[in-house]
């Protein structure tokens, strides 16, 4: 493997000290430097909202791993995201369960509230819609997920009371 020195000066200035510390001590509790890609994508995109080519770069440069390595599993996890997203992403679950117990209906009802499609976000920047294959709540659908946050047995009604209620507190957080 080569290690390209631009790059691992890049390293050096593009991460945060908090973000370094972070990976460190991932670095500490894995076994290999790979094994670590996951959560050092993670610590980034928590600190900056997703992951651009010059953040993948710089974790790559600092986990002294290749690029594409990284690269194959930031598309793999689709909790990654590779391109800028709302300040919340709404993943919603697709699997049969959901199609049989009213996804149609809910994703309807989100579509028509936010006035956006998958892939896409919210002209404010609030909110960006996409689907997930499985949430893992099969007995409790449709099912959604807002940051950490999994809404379960949804109806229409139900999410756009949540995504009401996030925007809600969000004007609130701004007002102060």
């Known amino acids: 493997m080569t290690i390209d020195l631009n790059r691992n000066l890049l390293t050096l200035d593009y991460l945060t000290e908090q973000e370094k510390s972070a990976i460190d001590h991932e670095l500490q509790i894995m076994e290999t430097r790979e094994a670590c890609s996951i959560e050092a994508l993670k610590i980034v995109q928590l600190q900056r909202g997703w992951i651009s080519d010059e953040s993948l770069h710089a974790i790559a440069a600092y986990l002294r791993i290749p690029s594409a390595d990284l690269e194959g599993v930031a598309t793999f996890y689709n909790l990654i995201y590779r391109q800028p997203v709302g300040k919340y992403v709404i993943h919603v679950c697709n699997s049969i369960s959901c199609h049989l117990c009213g996804y149609s209906e809910v994703m309807s009802a989100i579509k028509s509230h936010l006035s956006i499609d998958y892939g896409q976000t919210t002209s404010d920047g609030m909110f960006t819609l996409l ?46």
Not at 155 to 176: F, Y
């Open 131 to 176: 689907s997930n294959a499985c949430l893992g709540a099969c007995d409790r659908s449709p099912v959604m997920m807002i940051g950490n946050e999994q809404y379960q047995n949804l109806t229409p009604q139900t999410v756009v009371d949540i995504l009401e209620t996030l925007h809600a507190a969000e004007n609130k957080e701004v007002s102060r």
